[in-house]
């Protein structure tokens, strides 16, 4: 069965520093990983995805993520935090036709 | 394109009562899902309609219940509303069926139940 596991509920860097937000999951098949924000007040948003072939994906607003079969795993990273990437960041991975969510970290930025 | 529409954005009920949420997808959209948000559980499926038929649903008892119509708007009711139903509820609509396409979600419904 799938299961997504988001290391740390909150998350504080400072302004300037590396992001980084943790996912691994379990999947029985190749999977297709997400990863979305939700800012205060609203739904969520695709950051970035991956399906296949590069296993670095770049996505919207300088983030992107690495697929790591070996690891499991699927972290978000950004090289310099600003005050606008607080938000809530959830990793969902998706098997056929059933996407489950990663219980999402909150990403809190210092000044 | 306008985005996805849910309405109302905010209901406040008591105990006992039922509620209607509704869903308006992104023109062009036919599959529908929605999504139970609680700080404890995250991110909760609830269910996902496509032309009008439930392809899937989550893990919830039946009081959860939802529908499709032809124009793809879809709708979910809850009764017999219990405290723990206090939530946000997402609706996301997608072009396909739920699988490696993104989903688009909508600003969602804050459902309290006192």
């Known amino acids: 069965a799938q299961s997504v596991t988001q290391l740390g509920s909150h998350v504080s860097v400072s302004e300037g520093a590396l992001v980084l937000l943790r996912c691994n999951y379990s999947s029985s098949v190749p999977p297709y990983l997400f990863w979305y924000v939700q800012y205060p007040n609203q739904g969520l948003q695709l950051l970035l995805k991956y399906t296949t072939g590069a296993t670095l994906v770049k996505g919207i607003n300088g983030f992107e993520a690495e697929f790591k079969k070996s690891e499991t795993s699927f972290h978000l990273t950004k090289p310099s935090a600003h005050m606008s990437d607080a938000a809530e960041y959830f990793c969902a991975v998706s098997e056929k036709d059933k996407i489950i969510f990663g219980k999402g970290t909150r990403l809190h930025i210092l000044p | 394109k306008a985005g996805v529409t849910q309405t109302p954005r905010y209901l406040i009920k008591t105990r006992g009562q039922q509620v209607t949420l509704s869903c308006s997808p992104i023109?062009?959209?036919?599959?529908v899902s929605w999504y139970q948000q609680t700080p404890g559980q995250g991110l909760q499926f609830l269910f996902e309609?496509?032309?009008?038929?439930?392809?899937n649903k989550g893990n919830f008892p039946g009081r959860f219940s939802g529908r499709q119509f032809s124009n793809s708007r879809s709708e979910m009711n809850v009764s017999t509303l219990e405290l723990g139903d206090s939530a946000l509820y997402l609706c996301?609509?997608?072009?396909?069926?739920?699988?490696?396409?993104?989903?688009?979600f909508g600003p969602g419904t804050r459902l309290t139940v006192l």
């Open positions: 996301a609509s997608n072009l396909n069926p739920l699988g490696n396409n993104e989903q688009f």
């Open positions: 309609y496509f032309s009008e038929t439930q392809r």
């Open positions: 023109s062009g959209h036919r599959s």
